[in-house]
C-alpha cells in the first residue's frame, strides 16, 4: 500500500465516528438504519461516515437483489487485508535497527 492511501486509510478511520461505524461492521454486514439505531446517530449522518469509508475502499455495499431499495455495508476483507499487513510492517519493532548519527555533536566520527 502507498504511504498516501495508508494515510487517506488511516486519517478516515480517525474521526470516532467512523471509527465506531468500521467497529460496528466488523460484526459483520449491516444496513444504515442498523448501524444508525446501533450507534445513536441520524441516517444522513452515518449515510455520510459510510461514504468516506467506501471512497478509501474499507467499506463495500450491496444492493439487496429483491429490493434494490436497500443497501447492506460490510468490510471490504481484501482491503483489511492489505490496511493490516502495512501496519503490522510499519510498527514492526524489529525494523529498528543500532544507528549512530551521521551529524550533530555524536557524529560518528567524533566518537
Known amino acids: 500500500m502507498k ?7 488511516l486519517k478516515s478511520l480517525s474521526d470516532p465516528t467512523r471509527l465506531s461505524v468500521f467497529d460496528v461492521l466488523m460484526e459483520g454486514v449491516q444496513c444504515n438504519c442498523e448501524i444508525a439505531e446501533r450507534l445513536g446517530l441520524s441516517l444522513s449522518l452515518i449515510s455520510h461516515h459510510l461514504r468516506i ?10 444492493r439487496d ?7 447492506y455495508y460490510s468490510v471490504n476483507r481484501q482491503a483489511l487485508t492489505e490496511l493490516n499487513q502495512t501496519v503490522n510492517h510499519l510498527l ?10 551521521s551529524c550533530g555533536p555524536k557524529k560518528c566520527d567524533q566518537c
Not at 3 to 9: M, N
Not at 65 to 71: F, G, L, Q
Not at 92 to 101: C, K, L, Y
Open 3 to 9: 504511504k498516501q492511501t495508508l494515510a487517506q486509510t
Open 53 to 62: 469509508l467506501r471512497q478509501v475502499g474499507l467499506v463495500q455495499s450491496e
Open 65 to 71: 437483489p429483491e429490493d434494490a431499495r436497500w443497501v
Open 92 to 101: 514492526d519493532a524489529n525494523r529498528i535497527q543500532p544507528r549512530a548519527p
